[in-house]
C-alpha cells in the first residue's frame, strides 16, 4: 500500500485542470488567451518545460487545436483550452479529429454569449454546440466538473477517455469555476489509472492504420516510428486513403458513431441524492448543480421529498438514467445557465412518464439555493 501522503492544496479551477492534465500524462499544449480559461495556458507554460514537455502559444484559436491534433500524431498527450469565441473557431477542427480519430483534450471554460457577450460570466449555453458544432455525424464525449476537485480528477478522466476511445474529449467548465478556489487533493500518480491509446502489435509493412477489431477502435501508429499513416479529413478506407464509396463511407461513419454509443454505459458517470423517496427531482450540472444541492437540503429540512440529480456526462447523454427516475417520481425540474438546452434532451429521455418544468438563469450570476427553494414550493404547493 502506497503510504506516501497525498498533496493538499488550495487551487482555482483552472489551476485544478492543469494539474490533472499534468498528471494524466499532458505533454503538449497549444492555446491562445481567451477569458476566462486563460490561466490554464499560463499555468501550462510554466510547468511543462519543467518536465520534459512542450508549450506553444499560437496565433488564434485555430492553429491551437490543430497543433494539438498534429502533437497528438506523434504520440503526445495533447490539450488545448478556450471559451466562447475560440471554441466556435475550434469547431472544424474537432470535426477533423473526431473524423481521423485523434485523442486531444478541449477545455470549454463557458461563458456568457452569443459572440463577446460577458467574457468575465459564467454561463452553461454551450452544451448543444458541443454536440453539434461541427458538420456531419460522429459522436463526442463531454465531461461537466461541479468542483475544483472534479477539475481535477474529471481533466484525468478525459485524457483516458480520449486515449481509450481515440476521440476528442472536452471539458465543460465554466467561468464560476474557473476562478473559484477551493481545496483539492492531488492524488499520489501510482494511485492514478492511466489509459494509453493502443498500439500497433504488426510490424510497419503489415499495419492497416484504420482497421478496427470488436472494440472498433483501432490501434494507433506513432508518425516517426517507421509506420506510414495517410490522414485526411475526406471519407477513406481502413488504408487511410480518400475514397467516395457510399458504402466504405456508411462503414467508417457507423463505426466512429457506435464506438461511443455502444460504450455509452461504460462511458457516462453521475451522482444522484435523496433519490428513494423524492417526489420532485432536481437535475443539473456545473457549477449550478452546487446550488441545488443545496435547495434540495434545505427543502428536505422543510418536509419537501426533493431528490437530487447531478450529471457528470453531459455527452453522451445518461438518458437511461433519466427514464430510470422519471419512473419513480411524477416531476423533474431542469436548471441551466441558459435558455433551455439539457432540459429538451430530459423531456426525450422521460418519454413523457414525469412532468419536466424548467428554471433558467442568464445573466453570468450564479443560481442561489432560496431562488430554487422559491421554484421547489410552486412547483410542490
Known amino acids: 500500500m502506497n503510504n506516501q501522503k497525498r498533496k493538499i492544496d488550495f487551487l482555482q479551477g483552472n489551476d ?16 491562445y488567451p481567451i477569458t476566462p480559461s486563460s490561466e490554464i495556458m499560463e ?30 500524431l506523434t504520440g503526445l498527450k495533447a490539450m488545448t483550452a478556450t471559451s466562447g469565441p475560440g471554441f466556435s473557431l475550434m ?27 460577458l467574457p468575465t460570466k459564467a454561463s452553461q449555453a454551450d452544451i448543444m454546440q458541443t454536440r453539434w458544432g461541427h458538420h456531419g455525424d460522429g459522436e463526442v464525449i463531454a465531461l461537466a466538473p461541479w468542483s475544483v476537485q472534479e477539475c481535477l480528477d474529471l481533466t484525468i478522466k478525459a485524457f483516458n477517455l480520449a486515449e481509450e476511445y481515440r476521440t476528442p474529449v472536452i471539458v465543460l467548465s465554466d467561468a464560476i469555476l474557473a476562478h473559484l478556489r477551493e481545496v483539492v487533493t492531488i492524488p499520489n500518480p501510482e494511485e492514478i489509472e492511466i489509459i494509453e491509446r493502443k498500439r500497433p502489435k504488426t510490424p510497419p ?19 516517426g516510428e517507421g509506420y506510414r499513416v495517410h490522414y485526411t479529413g475526406l471519407s477513406h478506407d481502413e488504408h487511410g486513403y ?40 432536481l437535475i443539473s450540472y456545473g457549477s449550478s448543480a452546487r446550488a441545488a444541492l443545496q435547495s434540495c437540503i434545505e427543502a428536505r429540512k422543510q418536509g419537501y421529498n426533493v431528490g437530487f440529480l447531478k450529471l457528470t456526462t453531459i455527452w453522451p447523454f445518461p438518458e437511461k438514467t433519466v427514464k430510470k427516475i ?14 433551455g438546452q439539457v432540459v429538451h434532451l430530459v423531456k426525450e429521455a422521460t418519454e413523457g412518464k414525469a412532468e419536466v418544468e424548467f428554471y433558467s438563469k442568464v445573466g453570468g450570476e450564479p443560481f442561489l439555493p432560496q431562488e430554487i427553494l422559491k421554484q421547489i414550493r410552486r412547483i410542490m404547493k
Not at 48 to 54: D, E, K, R
Not at 210 to 218: G, N, Q, R
Not at 326 to 339: C, D, G, H, R
Open 242 to 281: 480518400p475514397t467516395d464509396d457510399p458504402e466504405n463511407y456508411r462503414k467508417l461513419i457507423e463505426r466512429i458513431t457506435a464506438k461511443i454509443r455502444k460504450n455509452a454505459d461504460k462511458i457516462v458517470s453521475w451522482d444522484t441524492k435523496y433519490i428513494e423517496d423524492a417526489e420532485l427531482v
Open 326 to 339: 422519471a419512473e419513480t417520481v411524477s416531476k423533474m425540474l431542469v436548471l441551466e445557465q441558459n435558455m
Open 205 to 223: 509493412e503489415e499495419f492497416i492504420p484504420f482497421k478496427a477489431d470488436e472494440t472498433l477502435v483501432p490501434p494507433m501508429a506513432v508518425l
Open 16 to 31: 485544478a485542470i492543469v494539474e490533472g492534465a499534468i498528471l494524466a500524462g499532458c505533454r503538449f499544449f497549444a492555446g
Open 43 to 72: 499555468s501550462m507554460a510554466k510547468k511543462l518545460p519543467l518536465i520534459g514537455g512542450v508549450f506553444i502559444q499560437m496565433e488564434d484559436e485555430l492553429g491551437s487545436i490543430a497543433a494539438a491534433i498534429g502533437a497528438s
Open 91 to 117: 469547431q472544424e477542427n474537432i470535426g477533423l479529429a473526431i473524423m481521423c480519430e485523434v485523442p486531444i483534450v478541449i477545455v470549454n471554460v463557458m461563458r456568457g454569449g452569443p459572440s463577446t457577450g
